[in-house]
């Protein structure tokens, strides 16, 4: 096989990375100098990176196409089996981690630094990709310090934050990472990709990149899932809807309930094939003395597992309700700009009436104040604030600023 070495980053691995021309000028030259690039220091590549941007600059889509171009023979070109595997997740040299619930624990990491001591077995390197290392616990972070202060001679360690910044992730560990900054997308070149690689409706692409607040993946599921558009309807429909006490109430069960109905949606088909899984591997379903001693003693592990599920459950329906906070707090950005004459795009284009009305009902104090509210439900739900009561806390103050 033969590839072009000059183009192939540009339509290759790297090809789903959107707008981050400068992150990709430091991950190329990275690439090279894996090959001894004579015009490349060596010092260009390092055993451990960290990918920072806020939520939709594609960090972990990023770093895993950074991964895809270091297995590569090709530096990147995207269609060896190598690069194919390693997008698809398949791979067996790259690892991709991911907290089952809201963090990280010691236990987690203790099994991550196992896997980065191996060596690959196919590949260039033993990739390991960990996913939201922000929620990394303290021990966790200090189990994975170890393996970063000594690391094996062919491993390569991926780390994403969902941040602006680094400063979540634990000082001693983001020292020993390079750190690789991703922007915001533009509106533009979101819109390009969905009609371009996603092929979706121009009309479509261009409504959805305008209201996604430059998250990728989120524009894409509002382009295609009429269920997304569904939800942020009925979000952006709160700030107009709330009347009365009851209303307030309502509201927020309302929206507490749509989150955990989403997250029991999306667990129910894995839940159960995990249980399957689980209880033919203890020995359901065969016979002889075997066979039953494997079912006798699976009480704890099908307990492990239940406790497992529960907390991923927790997680995702924090996801769904942060993301609908995200949302809200969109729209009283947009309430307070409009308030005070700022010359700056809406995050919600398509909902320049409701603005408007708001606008008139409560000016720019009103909508400072309210914006200030959901700010402060997010946090307090990342502070593990029962949600419900967060929320209610929430719309008390949307209802009477």
């Known amino acids: 096989m033969t590839a072009d070495l000059s183009t192939s980053t540009d339509h290759g691995a790297f090809a789903a990375v959107i707008g981050q021309d400068e992150a990709l000028t430091v991950l190329r030259a990275a690439v090279a100098a894996t090959h001894d690039d004579?015009?490349?220091?060596?010092?260009?590549?390092?055993?451990?990176?960290?990918?920072?941007?806020?939520?939709?600059?594609?960090?972990s889509v990023a770093a895993r196409a950074f991964a895809a171009a270091l297995?590569?023979?090709?530096?990147?070109?995207?269609?060896?089996?190598?690069?194919?595997?390693?997008?698809?997740?398949?791979?067996?040299?790259?690892?991709?981690?991911?907290?089952?619930?809201?963090?990280?624990g010691v236990r987690d990491m203790r099994e991550v630094v196992r896997l980065a001591s191996s060596r690959p077995s196919s590949g260039r390197w033993q990739?390991?990709?960990?996913?939201?290392?922000?929620?990394?616990t303290e021990g966790a972070s200090n189990a994975l310090l170890k393996a970063l202060e000594e690391p094996p001679a062919h491993t390569v360690f991926l780390l994403c934050a969902p941040s602006t910044h680094?400063?979540?992730?634990?000082v001693t560990?983001?020292?020993?990472?390079?750190?690789?900054?991703l922007r915001t997308p533009t509106v533009g070149a979101i819109t390009e990709v969905l009609i371009h690689r996603d092929h979706i409706e121009p009309e479509t692409a261009r409504w959805a990149a305008s209201v996604a607040g430059g998250h990728v993946g989120r524009a894409r599921r509002l382009a295609t899932d009429p269920q997304a558009r569904a939800n942020r309807e009925a979000t952006l429909q709160i700030p107009g809807a709330l009347r009365s006490l009851g209303e307030v109430f309502a509201?927020?069960?309302e929206l507490v309930d749509r989150a955990k109905n989403s997250a029991k949606a999306a667990s129910l088909d894995r839940d159960s094939l995990e249980l399957d899984e689980l209880k033919t591997a203890l020995g359901a379903g065969g016979t002889g003395k075997g066979a039953a001693l494997a079912t006798r003693g699976s009480?704890?592990?099908?307990?492990?597992?239940?406790?497992?599920?529960?907390?991923?459950?927790?997680?995702?329906?924090?996801?769904v309700l942060d993301r609908a906070l995200v949302d809200l707090s969109g729209f009283y950005r947009d309430v307070l700009t409009r308030a005070v004459g700022a010359d700056v795009p809406l995050t919600n284009p398509d909902q320049l009436a409701e603005v408007d009305t708001a606008v008139s009902r409560f000016g720019p104090e009103g909508a400072l104040h309210r914006l200030e509210a959901v700010l402060a439900c997010r946090q307090a739900i990342e502070l593990n604030v029962k949600p419900l009561i967060a929320v209610e806390a929430m719309m008390s103050v949307l209802y009477a600023g």
């Open 251 to 253: 509201g927020a069960d």
């Open 71 to 104: 297995q590569c023979p090709y530096r990147g070109c995207g269609e060896c089996l190598h690069c194919r595997t390693v997008l698809h997740g398949t791979h067996g040299d790259v690892r991709t981690i991911a907290p089952e619930g809201l963090t990280f």
């Open 299 to 319: 009480a704890g592990a099908l307990k492990e597992l239940e406790k497992r599920q529960r907390t991923r459950a927790t997680r995702h329906e924090r996801d």
């Open 166 to 170: 680094p400063d979540d992730v634990m």
């Open 38 to 59: 004579p015009g490349v220091p060596a010092a260009a590549m390092t055993h451990a990176w960290l990918f920072t941007g806020p939520p939709g600059s594609g960090r």
């Open 173 to 181: 560990v983001r020292s020993r990472c390079r750190v690789v900054a």
């Open 127 to 136: 990739i390991v990709l960990i996913e939201d290392a922000d929620r990394l």
